[in-house]
């Protein structure tokens, strides 16, 4: 059933955001994001039940200083991207989007804040050149697959990378990984490296894993240090 976001339940929530809720709306009016963007002072705006949001209402939320949960679209024009990459909080969940084009990756990347794009599958090389350059904490914990290509440019990122929807990592994406400039690398999903990869991540002093990744980075990390 949809519930739609109006401006007068959009000003009961800024007068008192414990007594209004906003996630069981679908959809919101133009004038209803105007008011929640307008607001002066930092707020958390969860409004991950909205399921579409026009161009107008993005533009809008982008002004809002607060974090912004958007994790109920699963989809987003070019120019919608386009605006929330110029959110000012210092939050931005996605995670709903099940694809992301090229554009939208490149005007996403241009948020400040961290970024939550879990609910993609798959990634370009393109959209993972254009992510690399964004300068917060990213999440893409939904990926199942990264091409050696992708693996080379979202290591030039230098924020938290998550990438634990990864089972498996090819030496190269490895290699290219274990230079990752951000400070946490999460790959806890990975269940398994070869003896050449795990040499690899172990190069990189914040990369989490679990099992037998784990132990064998471990492995890798004390015959390095004998060699030293």
Known sequence: MSKIL????????LNDPDGESLEDYTSMDDAAAQALGEHDGYLYLWLDGLTSLSDAAAQALAQHEGELNLSGLTSLSEAAAQALGKHEGDYLNL????SLSDAAAQALA????????????????????ALAQHKGDLSLGGLTSLSDAAAQALAKHKGTLVL??????????????????????????????SDAAAQALAQHKGVRLNGKAEEAV???????????
């Open 110 to 129: 241009q948020h400040e804040g961290g970024l939550d794009l879990d609910g993609l599958t798959s990634l370009s090389d393109a959209a993972a050149q």
């Open 164 to 193: 634990v929807g990864l089972t498996s990592l090819s030496e190269a994406a490895a290699q290219a990984l274990g230079k990752h400039e951000g400070d946490y690398l999460n790959l806890d999903g990975l269940t398994s490296l």
């Open 6 to 13: 109006t401006l007068e339940i959009a000003q009961n929530f």
């Open 218 to 228: 471990k492995l890798a990390r004390e015959r390095l240090a004998k060699q030293k």
């Open 95 to 98: 995670d709903g989007l099940t």
